[in-house]
């Protein structure tokens, strides 16, 4: 995580200290790294020269990040009519977003043909018959991308899991022939791709391999049967180092990959989230209040699973260090420190009325004290992008960095926007 350093016992996002972005803008507050999301961004596109990128705007819709990558080159990747509107707000080219979703409504797939959305990835029988239905009613001519399941174990979180034949996305292989028997539906829909997504936060090639395979041979039936594919998505998924992964990189899982994609004469659409913005993000909390337990201490930070819902809801464990530090070791050293050294085990937990609410059990830490301020790392991705205003706290503000500047990019909700949606229903 090179563009967030410790240096003079501080922890700086590229040239800025987090510590005056505290305090300029407040906290709870996300903190990225535009350096490190090109960088990441750049990376893949390296190790995967010919492929569209599609950015998963899932992973973080904040406009200022889609205006970055769009810039950059990238596509998109949207699974809602809201991520659509992100999308073209930053002036996307349409023929360069792919929309994906297993419960796309009629009016998102009515959105999707009328802004010229480049492939609209369908994810079962029914959807691609309203497919059909509207774009003869709209008298369109619709790219589609089935997307297949392909019943491969990523080897990740059950939740984040997405190609076993028991997940919800997908057609089966069986099934995926079938529908392309089904010449009634193809007037004015061309399926040109196929799609798998298999899962996220995968750190091996190895699953890849099995579903491509799969895809490859579904591919020769599919142009067997006079379906002109050129496209394989294969979705999102690279993993990224949360603390002490074994990860294959981005170059050596194009090793594997490509030559596979070689003699399919496809062109490659990826959809990376997570890998691009994962670790170009940190969340920056302050301590309100540290507690003694029998053996541990407590620190009630300001941030919260309605901030950061990952280490609630899947158990995800992200570092967490203090902005200012004892030491001038780097950070990963820090993170060595021993017991002797004057820390203790610490429950990181937020303020929210759940025992479910924390940022971190039991993890090593300094002595906290009220109004310390800590760092969460790895939390550009699925960290602001999932955070909800549960116990009506406003979500926090969003900033990024730029060299020696920062901007912010998205205010902090105010309890005006909280209520605003209820405006008029107050009874007296
Ligand atoms: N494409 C499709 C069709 C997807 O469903 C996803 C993620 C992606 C691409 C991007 O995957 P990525 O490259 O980011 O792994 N909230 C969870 C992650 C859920 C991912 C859902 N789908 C988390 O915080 O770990």
Known sequence: MTHFRYQQRELYCEGVPASSIAEDVGTPVYVYSRNA?????????????QALICYSVKANANLAILSLLR???????????????????????????????????????????????????????????LLAVLAKREGRQVDVALRINPDVDPATHRYITTGKRENKFGVDLETAR???????????????????????????????????ARVLEFISIARGMGHDIDTIDLGGGFGIDYGGEDLASA??????????????????????????????????????????????????????????????????????????????????????????SGGRATDVVGPLCETGDFLGLDRFMPGLEPNDLLSVFTT???????????????????????????AVVTRRETYEDLVRREAGFVSR
């Open 37 to 49: 999301i090109l960088d990441r961004y750049r990376e893949l596109q390296d190790a995967f020269p």
């Open 71 to 129: 810039d950059a080159g990238a596509g998109f990747d949207v699974v809602s009519g809201g991520e659509l509107y992100r999308a073209l707000a930053v002036g996307a080219d349409p023929e360069h977003i792919v929309f994906a979703g297993v419960g796309k409504r009629e009016d998102e797939i009515l959105y999707a043909l009328r802004s010229g959305v480049g492939m609209l990835n369908v994810e079962s029988e029914n959807e691609l018959s």
């Open 178 to 212: 079938s529908l392309l028997a089904r010449k009634d539906l193809f007037g004015r829909l061309r399926v040109r791709g196929i799609h798998v997504h298999i899962g996220s936060q995968i750190t091996s090639s190895d699953p890849y391999v099995v579903a491509l």
């Open 251 to 340: 170059k050596e899982m194009a090793a594997d990959i490509l030559p596979l994609l070689a003699k399919s004469n496809c062109r490659l659409v990826m959809e990376p989230g997570r890998f691009i913005l994962g670790n170009a993000g940190i969340l920056l909390t302050r301590v309100l209040y540290v507690k003694d337990h029998a053996d541990r201490a407590q620190a009630v930070c300001d941030a919260g699973m309605n901030d950061l819902l990952r280490p609630s809801l899947y158990d995800a464990n992200h570092k967490i260090w203090p902005v200012r530090v004892e030491t001038d070791e780097d950070q990963v050293d820090v993170l060595k420190m021993s017991v002797a």
């Open 380 to 406: 550009g991705a699925y960290g602001s992008s999932m955070a909800s205003n549960y116990n009506s706290r406003p979500r926090p503000a969003e900033v990024l960095v730029t060299g020696k500047d920062f």
